[in-house]
């Protein structure tokens, strides 16, 4: 009877310390595996056909997330890896090349959405970023250009949505910025949506 009820105390306890973690700004030291970089709408693409320079060429994404090349319509681009938008459109090709090799390079990257940090608010230039590994607030906020004379800085928050929850997070802007203060540095993550509130003051 002991046993079980130090269990079902220590469960509780484990439930309650996960709760109090749940709004911790996240840690700037903390690596974050980046995940694969998928092609968003506005991206620019150098597609190289290998032995084939006349459908080699350098093409956006449009904003429907198709891409047209030399013998391949329409071909759906957005939410792909460069690897494996190679692979479409050696598949597409082979109707009418003999084992084509194709290479995709990104050169311009704007990614879809879930690989973007937007910032809104009272940023100097408020902006959607591509995400990069191992990014940080700072990294951001240089960015941006800062904040206006007009933001409650220490009041910013990000936004971050994981399995379909979103949860808000504090993060002390000015203190950063203004004063220096490096322990206010936090990892971001890809999808973040950084809020900077006007000061009402």
């Known amino acids: ?17 996960l709760g109090g973690c ?7 030291e ?3 595996e980046a995940p694969p970089y998928l ?7 150098n ?4 032995r084939n320079p006349e459908l080699s060429l350098t093409i956006p994404v449009r904003p429907d997330g198709t891409i047209t090349t030399p013998l391949v319509e329409d071909l759906p681009a957005t939410g792909r890896t460069a690897t494996q938008l190679a692979r479409d459109i050696e598949r597409a090709l082979a109707r009418y090349i003999q084992s084509p090799v194709v290479t995709v390079i990104v050169t311009g990257f704007v990614g879809p959405y879930s690989q973007q940090v937007r910032v809104i608010g009272e940023a100097a230039k408020p902006q959607a970023l591509s995400y990069r590994q191992n990014m940080t607030l700072m990294d951001v906020l240089i960015a941006v250009g800062g904040i206006t004379d007009f933001a409650d800085g220490n009041k910013a928050s ?30 971001m993550r890809a999808g973040d949506v950084l809020v900077i509130p006007q000061s009402m003051f």
Request: proline share 3%; hydrophobic share 50%; no cysteine.
């Open 158 to 187: 990000i936004l971050r949505t994981s399995g379909g929850k979103t949860q808000q997070f504090r993060v002390r802007v000015r203190d950063l910025i203004k004063g220096g203060d490096l322990s206010a540095n936090v990892a």
């Open 22 to 28: 749940a709004t911790d700004p996240p840690d700037a």
């Open 30 to 32: 903390a690596e974050v």
């Open 39 to 45: 092609i968003g709408a506005g991206d620019t693409l």
């Open 47 to 50: 597609i190289v056909v290998w």
């Open 1 to 17: 009877m002991r046993v079980k009820e130090w269990t079902a105390i220590g469960m509780v306890a484990l439930v309650l310390g």
